[in-house]
């Protein structure tokens, strides 16, 4: 389906086509709760970045997380680039040079009336913040990191994968 998007203030539009739609994915690690999950996670979409189109990249800036390694106490620069509009600080999606025919709009930034998913996936709760409440229907599943399965294979298993996009 074709997604239409945008920040708050309105300076940054976008459109973009997703076979992913569903916005099943609540992530809860400290980077989506910071920079997109005022409730304590986030949530992406996944879409097809050779579709995407932007009106407003002026306004877009990104952000790519540091890191420190639990193991090595090393700091690590994330080659996540998570872009956000900088007049307004509306998460819009983020995009990975190692997936680079994806991009995950967050479904906060989109304005088409989005599908309701018929079951969640919570993950990252390692990371989760004491204060978050994780509410889970009958048929979520939960992950301490990440899911075993990709957004695409989600689609899949449920059958509700956009084949026209
Ligand atoms: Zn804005
Ligand atoms: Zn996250």
């Not at 997703?18 to 916005?23: D, E, L, T």
């Not at 307004?88 to 190692?98: I, K, N, T, V």
């Not at 009336?113 to 990371?127: A, D, G, K």
Request: proline share 7%.
């Amino acid at each position: 389906m074709l997604l239409e998007g945008s920040c708050h203030c309105g300076s940054v539009h976008f459109t973009v086509r997703s076979a992913q739609p569903y916005p099943f994915n609540l992530c809860y690690c400290s980077i989506c709760r910071k920079t997109a999950g005022g409730g304590g996670y986030a949530i992406n979409l996944g879409a097809n970045n050779e579709t995407l189109k932007v009106d407003g990249m002026d306004c877009v800036n990104v952000y790519q997380a540091k890191m420190r390694d639990a193991d090595t106490g090393k700091t690590k620069q994330s080659p996540g680039r998570r872009h956000f509009c900088s007049k307004c600080g509306s998460a819009l999606w983020s995009w990975d040079p190692r997936w680079p025919e994806l991009v995950h709009p967050f479904a906060s930034a989109i304005d088409t009336e989005l599908p309701v998913p018929p079951e969640h996936t919570h993950m990252m709760l390692n990371s989760k913040a004491s204060w978050v409440e994780v509410h889970t229907g009958p048929k979520d599943n939960m992950f301490n990191a990440y899911p075993h399965e990709s957004l695409a294979e989600w689609h899949q298993r449920l059958g509700l994968e956009d084949h026209n996009d």
